[in-house]
């Protein structure tokens, strides 16, 4: 997979894809310690606010177990959030980013700049943050070019996915 192809060896602790709980890819590997280490923090607190915790090795205990690995940003909203109650505020939201959107960091989207894919100038043709691509590799994914989005190019991308180039191929 391309997180692997990234970070060889699974040096990865998890892929933010969408919001909350189920917005977050895990390896297998690591579904029983992330399982105890919710559990054990239930009472401190809110799942949803462990998980990235854990994922980003803000604790003792997570930098223990996770040893280096670090969580990635995928640049596309993959999942619809249901409702509009988030347990990070206390006030009701007015609208969570689409199916497909960019899945930004505060202010403008909803997650925290840890684990949020960032609009970098060497990112920008890429959906994976960091964006680590094995220099043998293509510039552009087939499968999730950003340039092909069913929306139209981005901002700062153009023909395959260069972002020194615009949309005409200048």
């Known amino acids: 997979s391309k997180a692997h192809a990234y970070f060889p060896e699974e040096a990865w602790s998890g892929i933010r894809v969408s919001f909350g709980l189920n917005g977050i890819l895990i390896p297998d590997r690591d579904v029983h310690a992330v399982a105890d280490y ?11 606010h462990l998980l990235p915790e854990w994922l980003a090795s803000e604790t003792a205990e997570a930098r223990d177990y996770l040893d280096g690995r670090r969580n990635i940003g995928y640049r596309f909203n993959l999942m619809l959030h249901i409702g509009n109650i988030s347990t990070h505020r206390t006030y ?3 609208k969570f980013a689409g199916c497909y959107d960019t899945l930004g960091a505060w202010p403008d ?16 043709a890429d959906d994976f943050w960091p ?11 087939p499968i999730a070019n950003v340039v092909s ?22």
């Open 131 to 141: 964006c680590r691509r094995p220099a043998d590799w293509p510039r552009a994914w």
């Open 38 to 48: 919710l559990w054990k923090h239930q009472a401190r607190r809110y799942p949803d």
């Open 92 to 94: 009701d939201e007015v």
């Open 109 to 124: 989207g909803h997650l925290d700049a840890n684990e949020a894919w960032k609009a970098l100038p060497e990112c920008l």
């Open 149 to 170: 989005r069913p929306h139209g190019p981005l901002p700062g991308t153009g023909a395959a996915g260069d972002p020194t180039r615009n949309s005409e191929g200048g």
